[in-house]
């Protein structure tokens, strides 16, 4: 077996330990019918066993990093499968490291499936080793990506513990706060979003999908217009074809369930060959968590929020806003060092210029201050409870932005890492 294959096996162990660690987390949660000792003792017990079930499926995750780069001859985090994947190694490190701290088994129950989830995510990109690009062959990308990663998966244990806190105070009797209600209900709408996107992806695949679109590129070269053809594949039946594709190819485009595709072409101001294929992603990913959300809310006949709340009423809330607190105290200081010092340092060596307002130095800068906003709110103004949670909440989205939106939206000198 080469380190490449031990790496891939080891990676799908590691998913289904989590799997398996979350169903455990999960029955760890006590009852509400239990006394109180009794439910101390279930969750301590339960919790136990769901942390070792996590901890070996961490070590597996060190496996397929380890082996990865063995195989691959530089550190696996130079394209989006392999980032994604060590970001969810370093999120698993993160709940680790507050699990060992507050021995919360209500917090594995929602970390590791998020861990779960940046795991299936980040198996829906090209997982071939690729080699490394001049820029990206240095010392500082060990030391940048690892730093940043670490600082954004204590973000997204600080989420996890926000999003705890508001299903357990938000109140869904009458007479309630209905902001804080549809606030709440979007954002699990969010979460299932991307779990219906993962669902697609993954479904088009197993049905090995794959149409090829020509698109006229035209470029001006010392005053003359150039023109060449372009392809791109989609791996999604294409609802919306590039800009000015090639009608021959146009035609030879499928029929999905009866509706002529594509449907339009995308809008001239996108630029970039794939700018159709990414739109088309988008537009596919709001349709498929639009129809996964539809049918849990109709299996559920009520908010997925207000479902989930009773399972959380036992919870601390104190205890939570605590974790969340505490993670983005920790987080901020390795993401600074991470994400802008020794980016910058890495900038000057590979580009000769410390800042160039690329727009991933852009909102890596946004993510910062808007850290160093939560921080000074929390210790200056005291924003405790509903306050910081939500702030909590919403910088994970500008996380996600700033890690998928800018790679595989924006272009930029950071656009290597959407291959």
């Known amino acids: 077996m080469t380190s490449l294959e031990l790496s891939q096996d080891a990676y799908v162990v590691a ?7 979350f169903i455990l987390f999960v029955y760890a949660m006590p009852g509400k019918k239990m006394k109180t000792h009794d439910r101390a003792r279930h969750e301590r017990r339960w919790g136990r066993i ?40 370093m999120i698993i490190g993160a709940f680790v490291v507050m699990y060992l701290i507050y021995r919360s ?26 080699p490394l690009i001049p820029q990206l062959d240095s010392v500082w990308l060990k030391i940048h990506v690892t730093l940043a990663a670490l600082g954004y998966a204590f973000f997204a244990v600080a989420f996890v513990a926000a999003l705890l806190y508001l299903l357990r105070t938000v109140r869904w009797d009458s007479g309630s706060d209905r902001r804080s209600q549809r606030w709440l209900e979007f954002t699990m709408g969010c979460i299932i979003v991307v779990i219906g996107f993962i669902a697609v992806v993954f479904s088009f695949r197993a049905a090995d999908y794959e149409v090829i679109v020509n698109q006229k590129v035209e470029t001006v070269e010392n005053g003359q217009i150039n023109s060449k053809i372009e392809s791109v594949t989609y791996t999604m039946p294409p609802l919306i074809a590039p800009y000015n594709s090639e009608e021959s190819s146009l035609e030879a485009v499928p029929s999905f369930i009866g509706m002529k595709l594509p449907l339009m072409e995308a809008p001239g101001w996108m630029k970039g060959v794939q700018a159709g294929r990414k739109l088309n992603t988008v537009i596919w990913s ?8 539809a049918a849990i809310r109709l299996i559920l006949r009520k908010p997925i929020a207000k479902a989930i709340s009773p399972l ?5 809330p104190d205890l939570v806003d605590e974790i969340s607190y ?6 901020f200081p390795v993401f600074t060092l991470g994400a802008l010092v020794f980016a910058m340092i890495w900038a000057q060596i590979a580009w000769s210029r410390f800042w160039g307002w690329d727009p991933k130095e852009v909102w ?6 808007y850290y160093s906003a939560y921080l000074h ?29 800018v790679n595989l939206v924006i272009s930029g000198l950071h656009s290597y890492s959407g291959v």
């Open 286 to 293: 709001l349709l498929a968590g639009l129809v996964l959300y």
């Open 312 to 316: 959380v009423q036992g919870l601390d």
């Open 326 to 331: 505490r993670s983005i105290a920790i987080g």
């Open 15 to 21: 998913f289904f330990l989590f799997c398996i660690s």
């Open 377 to 405: 709110l929390r210790l200056s103004r005291s924003w405790h409870g509903a306050k910081s949670s939500w702030l909590a909440v919403i910088g994970l989205l500008i996380v996600m932005f700033t890690l998928v939106g």
């Open 364 to 369: 890596a800068l946004i993510t910062w201050l």
């Open 50 to 89: 769901s942390f070792t079930v996590t901890a070996i499926g961490f070590g597996s995750q060190l496996v397929y990093f380890i082996s990865r780069w063995i195989g691959a001859g530089h550190i696996p985090v130079s394209n989006m499968y392999e980032f994604m994947s060590f970001l969810a190694m």
């Open 105 to 130: 088994a209500v917090l594995g129950a929602f970390a590791v499936p998020l861990a779960v989830i940046i795991m299936a995510y980040a198996s829906v990109f090209p997982s071939e080793v690729q």
